[in-house]
C-alpha cells in the first residue's frame, strides 16, 4: 500500500514520551498515531491545515 508519510527524527525528554505512552495507550493508539493525532488536531486549531488537504481526525479514530 502506498503511502505520502515522510519518516523524520523526533527528539522528546523521557517525561513527554513517558506521558505520550500513557495517552496513546489510553486511547489504543501506538505513541507515532497519537503524537501525529496531536499535532493535527493543534494544526487544524490553529488554521496551519487546509480543509480538505489532509484527512481530519476524529476523536476516536485509531
Given at each position: 500500500?502506498?503511502?505520502?508519510?515522510?519518516?523524520?527524527?523526533?527528539?522528546?525528554?523521557?517525561h513527554?514520551?513517558?506521558?505520550?505512552?500513557?495517552?496513546?495507550?489510553?486511547?489504543?493508539?501506538?505513541?507515532?498515531?497519537?503524537?501525529?493525532?496531536?499535532?493535527?488536531?493543534?494544526?487544524?486549531?490553529n488554521?496551519?491545515?487546509?480543509?480538505?488537504?489532509?484527512?481530519?481526525v476524529?476523536?476516536?479514530?485509531?
Open positions: 500500500m502506498a503511502t505520502d508519510k515522510k519518516a523524520y527524527p523526533l527528539r522528546l525528554s523521557s513527554v514520551l513517558d506521558a505520550m505512552q500513557r495517552w496513546a495507550d489510553d486511547e489504543l493508539r501506538s505513541v507515532n498515531a497519537q503524537i501525529e493525532f496531536v499535532l493535527r488536531q493543534a494544526l487544524y486549531k488554521g496551519r491545515l487546509k480543509p480538505g488537504k489532509v484527512k481530519p476524529a476523536d476516536n479514530d485509531q
